[in-house]
């Protein structure tokens, strides 16, 4: 499996047999430092948690989408509660 981040167009994973998609959510970015990370993290927790590929890519572009909300790369983290 590979995950791609691809800034504000959006984000993939890649396995042998699918290729999953996603766009950015529409929000508006006040600073972008964090975001790669922010993704890596959410969607590497939904697989830890036995999440689908598709739940996983979902889990980092909804905590990737917060963190470029707030200023600084930890202030828009989300819990797993907030995420689900």
Known sequence: MVAITNGRDGAHI???DQHLFSPVLNITPVDETGAGDAFGSASLSALI??????TSL????KNSASVVSKMG???GILK???IR
């Open 49 to 54: 948690l036995k999440n689908s590929l598709q």
């Open 73 to 75: 790369a930890k202030n």
């Open 14 to 16: 890649l396995t042998q």
């Open 58 to 61: 979902e889990w980092g572009i």
């Open 80 to 82: 797993i509660s907030q």
